[in-house]
């Protein structure tokens, strides 16, 4: 097969080598046959590994021919272009060289993409022969330009032809510019390009783009003589029928460069620039006078522009497009969000602000992303030096105006999300362009945040996915830029560098983070200092938002600012004013014990009893002189709010901090107490932020003390009975956290399971609305909640914190083996409604639900499903993997230290939990037959976090170990999913051990199903992500040994997997994981090698005389490694009937002794698979016959069959019948040797 795929080559390479020559003699029509020759000569389908090869040449002669054409079409535009005959042969000329450049490059293309081997073409062949491509392919566009006298006569131009052959030449010499920057024949077509460009702009040929440009600046135009005419149009009549103003004029234009845009972003958003585009959209933006959707289309238009590097880099400086315009576009229409006024044109419009902040956030991430590129594009010498000039980095390209993102992010926060009917759905608003009671805008603004306060690689990819996703709705959410975490540099090139080389990129490492972290520390403290205000904001937003999720959001997001700040001080002098802690200082010690005591002083039940009379005074006076007609909260229970949303805030941000303000930093140390006042506040706002204090506060366990005081006296009850479901979940967790910390809690099954009630009770308190409560299992843990009303003002499911709160509470007690054995049998709490679904069903249609991967709960949900497929026993193992002690260790540690009763009391409940191997696969099978498996694909499908997908496959990795369900997961997806796993080509490390995960789960799921009931894409494509695994250095021994047996199983199947095993390289990793330090990883891997006989590529590999050294080594290995040396010299004798390798075999110069001393060694199956390998190569005769025999096994053959002819010494061998079947095979096989040496 080699040698036809060689002389298919050589006939091709002779045709391109002739028509060259014919070239160069100026033979152009005799180098076109001889290129299409070359052509027809190379087959259509080939193997994988002839693919890359045939591919490149095909690609070459393609662009050969492609430049005959060239030719001719140029000698043609050069004759009498009036000739009809003459222009239509120019015509089919230039469109036949279009064709064979796409041609070449869709062929060149299939190499990059991964459908052709790659083995034979580097990267450098693929760029150099593509740029020639491009460059011919636009050379033949630019043909078509018309001339100057051409211009003097429209009938002979097709405009739309021109503008769109120009745009495409344009497109494709730009391509070749990204990776060929030296290429000046290319920068010199750009620029006629270019020029010819310019030139239609301004006569009758002008494009698209140049004639709306010029529309909307004569509209603009237009729109200031009108509006200083002062006339208006107040009759209804003359109104219907008057012709549209300026402003109304503008759409269509920008409709049309949206679609510009929506076809091909870099070129249309460059000409845009070259024409001035920026200084006449940005007014239309900010006219008030314009229509709302004309300034919405000029928004996205820019943000689109500026998704192309090169279009910010030239024509978004900041006089082009000016910060602070667009932070007085945002206040201007928070302003109106909060007048009340009636008119379209008289309320704040959130699509305007939302889409402004995506442009404000484009400009952010253009400016990090040239800080990225300035830090890591330089080169670094193999001394360790830094090349200092980068090409295309603007050292000095300055960073968007920070005071302008202050006023953004301040205004957007302030924007009125209270608005409109407060028994209305919030979220229904968002779909309202005139943004009344709208909450897109402060997400949005938490987005600018997100991105202005990136520390780090991964929080600036974050933001970046982020600005995509709130600009989706502009013509283009693409970007020119890479992932800011692909510079990283991987383990892979850290073994190709030198050493000087790592420490050098290590400390540019080192300073861009500390430069980011800085940077990032300076915004949090100038937005949340007292003079910006943005800290008090985001509280007040947070405070009067009826939007759960958004209340949760911005207390995140203000965790995620402080988190910033490494120092617990700096903390604290931050939030000391918003705190009300006005005596904190620097160093000050109030976290001591005395002041915990006075606030656990403050906690008994007859002083709060002593003040209820005042403070009652107090609260009826403040509701009646501060609340207003608009339902605004009264100022003190605001102030309380917005302190107690910010201790919530650092609770889950900075733990010891948010503790510390719980204690003594909220209103200097009356913290619990205004805690209080907030639980018996009755506002559900001002309780959901209790109840979000007292579920952070339950996870800190220096903050428990202050939690369980309040658990004790009751004060959490009215959390517990409130309405909202939201409120009381918080209360629930609060509950679930403190009581499983508690051992004498977390041991009483009643209390567990009455926590497990209140949980379920929560995933469905939003769909089951009116029903009634499933009765308490256990009336201590859970009395208050027979006490529910029904009611019909409860968020909807999408705008709700309860039911990730049930999912957070079941996490924690699904630890407990009596709680996954509930679950796992279909648990439902007694008394619930006839014909609800069990806690099992209700999980899994959760995660089934669309959008559930993207969710906060999905990774609780992740948890879940984990621990119910896991054993104790097996986390506890898994917990000392690198530890320097095992877990057998640490349990005799243990035991020395413990009484005889204590031993049979731990032994005992060992008993009692009864989370055995066998009790896991029971619970495992009733999983899969739950749809487990599938609701795992579905969060895998929509998460885009890197930690709920670690914790997804590892809780499929769990089921996979099942071999009984294995076929269920494949048909619910599981199989599917795992091969579609992609992190691109620079994964980072938490990316990697993704796909390490998903690749360990594809070897669970096929080592023992059946390749027939796999399609074809399952099996072909699983092998792929295989051999990555066996490759794969940091994976453990377990995924290494799992991944060869699979392999081992697909290749059973046949030629099919056995090619595609050869075209990923497949024979090298196997032959390379024959040398694992691991005994069953070896004994896999030869194996495996042994189901690749007799592939033609594997009777080559073993006929190496290296590689065949190798094998008999391991053939005569057999006293330390048995079951290697058995599968090694099995493959020997599978492969002994090619003659090839025969001939080889018997040439090794220690064959003599491998056949000796198999023969001799006393191991029944050796000597029977030696005995197979002696009769082949006997059968080949010749040099292969002389070679048996020199190393006497006709004899040996002889006197083996004499001796055990008799039965009765048979006998004496004392072998088991097993044995027995194989010793009289090998006794029929000796006996055949010695017949066929005779």
């Known amino acids: 097969m080699e040698n036809i795929a060689r002389g298919i080559l050589s006939q091709a390479e002779g045709f391109k080598k002739d028509g060259n020559d014919a070239f160069r003699k100026g033979d152009i029509e005799g180098a076109i046959g001889l290129y299409t020759s070359g052509l027809d000569s190379l087959p259509l389908n080939s193997s994988k590994e002839e693919s890359a090869r045939f591919t490149l040449l095909s690609s070459t002669l393609l662009s050969n021919r492609a430049m005959c054409r060239l030719k001719l079409t140029e000698r ?89 052959n120009l745009n495409a030449a344009a497109k494709d010499l730009l391509q070749l510019l990204s990776f060929d920057v030296n290429n000046r024949e290319a920068a010199s077509l750009l620029r006629k390009v270019r020029e010819s460009h310019a030139r239609l702009g301004g006569g009758m040929g002008r494009s698209r783009i140049s004639r709306a440009l010029d529309a909307l600046r004569s509209a603009g135009a237009s729109a200031v003589a009108v509006m200083a005419d002062g006339n208006e149009i107040n009759d209804v009549q003359s109104a219907m029928t008057r012709q549209p103003t300026p402003q109304e004029e503008c759409l269509p234009h920008l409709r049309l460069l949206q679609a510009c845009l929506a076809e091909e972003v870099a070129s249309t958003a460059q000409e845009i620039g070259r024409r001035g585009g920026a200084p006449i959209l940005l007014p239309i933006a900010r006219d008030r006078q314009q229509c709302q959707h004309a300034r919405i289309a000029a928004l996205h238009i820019l943000s689109a522009c500026c998704s192309h590097d090169a279009f910010v880099v030239q024509y978004a400086m900041r006089e082009s497009l000016p910060p602070q315009v667009l932070a007085q ?104 362009g005139n943004g009344s009671g709208d909450t897109r805008v402060p997400r949005a603004a938490l987005d600018l945040l997100s991105a202005w306060t990136a520390a780090d690689l991964d929080a600036l990819d974050a933001a970046s996915e982020a600005c995509a996703g709130i600009s989706s709705s502009s013509s283009s959410s693409s970007s020119t830029y890479v992932k800011a975490s692909h510079h990283r540099i991987t383990p892979e ?109 403050k906690l008994t039940i007859e002083e709060l009893d002593g003040d209820d009379e005042e403070k009652d005074e107090v609260d009826k006076e403040e509701k009646t002189t501060e609340e207003d007609e608009e339902g605004k909260l009264p100022k003190k229970l605001l102030q309380t709010m917005k302190r107690g949303q910010l201790t919530a805030s650092l609770l889950i941000g900075k733990p010891e901090v948010g503790t510390w303000a719980l204690k003594c930093g909220w209103s200097n140390g009356n913290g619990v107490s205004e805690l209080k006042d907030l639980i018996s506040s009755n506002d559900p706002r001002a309780m959901s932020i209790a109840s979000e204090i007292v579920s952070a506060a339950s996870s800190v366990e220096s903050s428990r003390p202050l939690l369980s005081a309040l658990v004790e006296e009751g004060t959490l009850e009215d959390l517990l009975i409130h309405p909202d479901a939201d409120v009381r979940s918080g209360a629930a967790s609060c509950a679930a956290k403190i009581g499983l910390a508690s051992k004498a809690l977390s041991e009483d099954r009643g209390e567990v399971m009455g926590l497990l009630d209140v949980a379920i009770e929560l995933l469905f308190d939003e769909t089951e609305q009116g029903n009634d409560i499933a009765p308490a299992a256990n009336e201590n843990a859970l009395s208050a909640m027979k006490k529910l009303p029904t009611s019909s003002n409860r968020f909807p499911e999408t705008e709700s914190t309860s039911m990730d709160r049930g999912i957070e509470v079941m996490a924690y007690l699904a630890a407990k083996t009596f709680v996954k054995e509930e679950l796992a049998s279909g648990y439902a709490p007694e008394g619930s409604p006839p014909g609800r679904k069990t806690a099992l069903q209700r999980l899994v249609e959760i995660a089934c639900a669309p959008n559930s991967g993207d969710a906060q709960m999905a990774y609780g949900l992740a948890g879940i499903f984990n621990l119910l497929s896991v054993s104790v026993e097996t986390l506890r193992k898994e917990a000392f993997v690198g530890k320097e002690i095992t877990k057998e260790q640490y349990d005799q540690l243990q035991a020395l230290g413990k009484t005889e009763e204590e031993k049979e009391a731990a032994a005992k409940k060992d008993e009692t939990e009864g989370d055995t191997p066998a009790a896991v696969s029971e ?85 023992t199903t059946d390749p027939n009931i796999l399609t074809v894409s399952q099996r072909s494509g699983s092998i792929g992500p295989l051999i990555k695994l066996i490759r794969d250095n940091d994976a453990l021994d ?10 081992t199983n697909l290749a059973s199947f046949g030629d099919e997997t056995k090619n595609r095993i050869v075209a990923q390289n497949g024979i090298s990793a196997l032959g390379y994981a024959m040398f694992s330090d691991h005994e069953m990883v070896r004994q896999a891997a030869t194996e495996a090698m042994c189901n690749m006989v007799p592939h033609p590529d594997m009777m080559e590999y073993l006929s190496k005389p290296d590689n065949l050294r190798v094998w008999i080594a391991f053939s005569l290995d057999y006293e330390d490694n048995y079951e290697c040396a058995r599968a090694a010299v099995g493959c020997l004798a599978m492969a002994c009937p090619d003659p090839e390798f025969a001939k080889a075999l018997v040439k090794c110069n220690n064959f003599r002794e491998m056949v000796r001393t198999l023969m001799e060694c006393g191991q029944v199956e050796l000597m029977h698979r030696v005995l197979a390998l002696i009769a082949g190569l006997i059968e080949h005769g010749g040099d292969c016959r002389k070679a048996v025999e020199a190393t006497g096994a006709g004899q040996f053959c002889d006197a083996y069959v004499v001796t055990y002819q008799d039965k009765s010494k048979i006998k004496e061998l004392n072998f088991t019948p097993s044995q027995r079947e194989s010793f009289a095979s090998t006794l029929s096989l000796a006996k055949e040797v010695a017949r066929l040496l005779r």
């Not at 992190?983 to 995960?997: F, H, V, Y």
């Open 329 to 432: 576009i945002v206040e201007e229409e928070s302003a109106l969000s909060n007048t009340g006024s009636c008119g379209n044109n008289a309320t704040g419009s959130a699509d305007i602000a939302v889409v402004t902040m995506a442009l404000l956030i484009r400009l952010i991430l253009h400016w990090d992303h040239r800080q990225v590129l300035s830090f890591f594009s330089p080169k670094i010498r193999e001394d360790g030096t830094v090349e200092p000039n980068v090409a295309n980095v603007d050292h000095n390209f300055p960073e968007v105006d920070p005071s302008s993102v202050c006023r953004v992010a301040s205004a957007a926060f302030l924007w009125n999300c209270d608005k409109g009917d407060p028994e209305s759905n919030d979220d229904a608003s968002t779909t309202n």
């Open 1038 to 1047: 377990l995924m290494h040994f799992e991944a060869l047996l699979s392999i």
């Open 923 to 1007: 619970r495992i099978r009733k999983l899969a037959n739950a749809n487990v498996p599938r609701a795992i694909v579905k969060l895998l499908e929509g998460s885009n976090s890197d930690a709920t997908q670690e914790k997804l496959l590892e809780g499929m990795n769990r089921m996979a170990s099942e071999s009984s369900v294995r076929g269920l997961m494949i048909q619910q997806g599981c199989l599917s999913t795992c091969l579609n796993m992609d992190k691109g080509e620079k994964p980072s490390d938490a990316e990697k051990k993704i796909l390490r995960q998903a690749r360990s789960c594809i070897a669970k799921l096929l080592v």
């Open 493 to 601: 090139e850290i073994r190709q560098m030198k050493p000087r080389q790592v420490a050098a990129h290590r400390k540019r490492e080192a300073e861009y983070r500390n430069a980011n972290l800085q940077r990032a520390i300076r915004h949090t403290s100038m937005f949340c200092s007292k003079e910006t205000g943005g800290l008090d904001h985001m509280l007040t937003c947070a405070a009067r938002a009826k939007d759960h999720r958004l209340r949760r959001e911005v207390g995140l997001q203000i965790g995620r600012l402080v988190s910033n700040l490494e120092e617990g001080d700096d903390v604290k002098k931050l939030v000391a004013s918003a705190l009300g802690c006005a005596d904190w200082k620097v160093g000050s010690d109030k976290d001591g014990k005395s002041n915990l005591n006075k606030e656990l002083h």
């Open 76 to 164: 043609a535009s050069n004759g009498n272009a009036s000739n009809g005959s003459t222009s239509n042969k120019r015509k089919q000329l230039q469109n036949e060289c279009i064709d064979d450049c796409t041609l070449a490059l869709q062929r060149l293309d299939s190499i990059r993409d991964g459908t052709a081997s790659t083995n034979s073409v580097s990267e450098s062949e693929k760029n150099g022969l593509r740029s020639k491509i491009l460059y011919r392919r636009a050379k033949a566009l630019s043909l078509s330009l018309p001339s100057l006298e051409m211009e003097n006569d429209a009938t002979m131009i097709n405009e739309d032809e021109v503008e769109s």
